[in-house]
């Protein structure tokens, strides 16, 4: 079985600043993949960023970057030069391979406010 | 353009009226999944399929049905809804082939109540 762990329910970044959103997991897996989605006040859910376990590098995708420590088990989403258009819940996920099929197990979310 | 469908998007109901919440998606995915979301407890997985007539149980299966008849359709159905039921739902699809292809497209929601 596999576990997300978001410790912060919620968090303030001033406009233009970097914000790291913590995210860990815990699996026995070798083999499992973690994303980040946002989700904005009108509901969808955005796919962000994914790192693969066995990928050797840092995932980036544009303002986004996810800070793999594999020995830590953490998958930290870093935004920088924050917008105010950033300001969402924000939910880190993973999901297994190997016969793990497409599940995603998601986290219970951080709820990210931009100010000015 | 590629999406996922979900209706309706808003229904209030009341206890025990059988509903049925349509998903379909335009993009020859193998996977579907239905999630609901709750506030404290994230998105959880009710139902999937990986591919036509081929379903099992997620990790909240009690209380909801679902059926693949087509590639395209993944209906969750409510037989006799009950209040804690009452929550977002999203249907989700994405390909079947290795980890990283596996990035679900969620449909925009679909917000039950139940009174």
């Known amino acids: 079985a596999q576990k997300i762990t978001q410790t912060q329910p919620g968090m303030f970044v001033q406009e233009k600043e970097a914000v790291t959103l913590d995210c860990t997991y815990d699996t026995s897996d070798p083999s499992y993949g973690l994303f980040w989605y946002k989700q904005p006040s009108s509901g969808e859910m955005i796919f962000l960023i994914y790192q693969g376990s066995y990928d050797q590098q840092n995932a980036t995708e544009g303002r986004y970057s996810l800070n793999f420590q594999k020995a830590r088990k953490s998958a930290n989403l870093v935004i920088s030069a924050s917008q105010l258009g950033d300001s969402a819940m924000y939910f880190c996920?993973?999901?297994?391979?190997?016969?793990?099929?497409?599940?995603?197990?998601f986290g219970t979310g951080t709820q990210l406010k931009v100010e000015l | 353009e590629a999406q996922v469908t979900q209706n309706p998007r808003y229904l209030i109901t009341v206890t025990g009226k059988k509903l049925t919440v349509t998903c379909s998606q335009n993009?020859?995915?193998?996977?579907m999944s239905w999630y609901r979301q709750d506030p404290g407890l994230g998105l959880r997985q009710i139902y999937y399929s990986m591919n036509v007539e081929v379903t099992d149980k997620g990790d909240v299966p009690e209380g909801y049905k679902v059926s693949r008849k087509e590639k395209r359709n993944f209906p969750l159905i409510l037989e006799s809804p009950s209040p804690n039921q009452t929550s977002l739902y999203f249907c989700?699809?994405?390909?079947?082939?290795?980890?990283?292809?596996?990035?679900?497209?969620f449909g925009a929601g679909s917000r039950l109540t139940v009174l």
């Open positions: 996920a993973m999901t297994l391979g190997g016969g793990g099929g497409n599940k995603l197990t």
């Open positions: 989700a699809s994405s390909l079947s082939r290795g980890l990283g292809a596996n990035v679900l497209t």
């Open positions: 993009m020859n995915h193998e996977y």
